[in-house]
């Protein structure tokens, strides 16, 4: 059965070949688009870009300051809770109710948590995370096994680049292209978390790690130089030079002798002992002289400023040098990273499951970080925030404003929602309604 025809098959709510037995009330008039992919791999089908299994064994398994960023943000990003906020001019109070019970209890034994965090394993390594719901659990999608599906139905011929090309489906196949048990899903069965866009695609979210490759390369390649200096008998290198007498079975026989006795570091430092005619001269620089530090120190931190994380939050040496220390330094660092890489991705992660949570009509989904350890110190900020704004809204409660106009002007930072009640600050009443004095009894004679 082919890709339309399974379309159609699920839309009459009848089992396809691929197994996906749950109905969907879908638009007909969208079986009968023009099928396509604006994807570099293939002409119908868009698929993330890079090599999945790549990145997990030869980057994530094998080099120490990627594990060390990925589990930075994935430590701290998996603290937030789910809630609905409700909505109005202003976003307002978080609120719970029963239908955050999927993703409070997202699989057996598992908690938000863990479904954050395999969010953002999933998008650091591939860029994007997909999840959907079968038989009341969440169910993940490993990204390189999913292929977004889009069409066109007024200029079919242009695919994906068209302008009312649309996503129409996601094609999850569980043993690879080709492989049995694929599965169609509709975009409204799917959380497509993908919060750094691929600038190739129309829908396919990029791995911070795409444009590190080169710096992972280099941290590989230093870290296997400090490795092999080590082993090599952890001295600079030598240049042996014999008399031109010595015959090659001579040299082999040197050769052989020297390596046991001084290769390794075992035998590093020993005294080096040469026969008549040998002459030794020193090559290379040793890791000192190499300023190695200084070397793969900044490999790390361009690493970590592609991840979002400052080099001083994960421990890199280079951020743990200097003033970086200084509780200021950290603590703008911190800021940075709360404010300007978990908040956000907080923000789109909400946005992206609430495809698959009944949200309120006068709500959304959102996140509640209140209760994180890592940002504790924000609350003493935003006390600090909150009291300049209540000496805000009184002061213009005292200069005559009317106190609900003043308050929102307050939360929205717009003074011209203030509407004045036409009274002076000291006299907030119109003049004779207040309680007439009492008159002052006479004194006894």
């Known amino acids: 059965m082919g890709l339309l025809e399974r379309v159609s098959a699920q839309h009459r709510g009848t089992k396809s070949d691929g197994g996906f037995v749950e109905p969907a009330i879908w638009d007909a008039d969208r079986l009968r688009y023009g099928w396509m992919g604006s994807s570099s791999w293939s002409g119908e089908r868009e698929q993330i870009e890079n090599d999945f299994e790549g990145f997990v064994e030869g980057i994530l398994k094998r080099n120490g300051p990627v594990f060390a960023l990925l589990a930075a943000r994935l ?13 109005g001019g202003v976003p307002g109070k ?20 863990d479904l954050l965090a395999r969010m953002e394993q999933d998008v650091s390594l591939a860029g994007n995370s997909y999840w959907t719901v079968v038989n009341g659990r969440m169910r993940r999608m490993r990204p390189d096994r999913v292929t977004i599906i889009s069409a066109s139905r007024e200029e079919p011929e242009l695919y994906g680049a068209a302008l009312d090309a649309e996503i129409v489906g996601y094609v999850y196949e569980p043993q690879g292209q080709g492989g049995r048990g694929s599965r169609l899903l509709l975009p409204e069965q799917v959380s497509h978390y993908a919060p750094i866009p691929d600038p190739d695609s129309n829908w396919r979210g990029m ?15 230093a870290t296997l130089h400090k490795l092999k200096f080590f082993e090599n008998g952890a001295s600079p290198q030598f ?15 040197f050769r052989q002798a020297m390596d ?18 040998a002459d030794v001269t020193t090559v290379g620089k040793d890791l000192h ?13 361009r690493l970590a400023s592609m991840a979002g994380v400052p080099a001083v939050i994960v421990g890199f040496s280079e951020g743990l040098s200097g003033s970086s220390l200084n509780q200021g330094n950290f603590g703008a660092a911190r800021r940075r990273f709360a404010d300007g890489t978990l908040r956000p ?29 890592f940002l504790r110190e924000d609350a003493a900020d935003q006390a600090a925030i909150l009291k300049e704004l209540m000496l805000a809204i009184e002061s213009g409660m005292r200069s005559g404003f009317d106190p609900s106009s003043v308050r929102d002007a307050v ?13 002076i600050s000291v006299q907030l009443q119109p003049p004779g309604t207040g309680q007439p004095d009492k008159p002052v009894p006479p004194k006894e004679a």
């Open 75 to 87: 430590l701290i990003f998996s603290e937030a809770r789910l809630k609905f906020r409700t909505l």
């Open 207 to 221: 791995s911070w790690l795409t444009p590190a490759l080169r710096e992972v390369s280099a941290d590989n390649a």
């Open 239 to 253: 240049v042996v030079s014999l008399d031109a007498s010595v015959t090659p079975e001579q040299f082999g026989e």
């Open 345 to 373: 991705l907080w923000r789109n992660a909400a946005g992206s499951l609430a495809n698959l949570v009944k949200v309120p009509a006068d709500a959304e989904l959102w996140y509640d970080d209140r209760d994180i350890a």
């Open 411 to 423: 939360i929205a930072g717009d003074l011209g929602l203030m509407k004045h009640m036409g009274l």
């Open 260 to 277: 046991a006795s001084h290769k390794g570091v075992d035998n590093a430092y020993r005294t080096l002992y040469l026969g008549g005619g």
């Open 289 to 301: 002289q190499l300023d190695f530090k200084a070397t793969q120190g900044a490999g790390e931190t």
């Open 94 to 113: 978080l609120f719970g109710n029963p239908d955050l019970a999927i993703l409070e209890r997202p699989w057996p034994n598992a908690t938000t948590g």
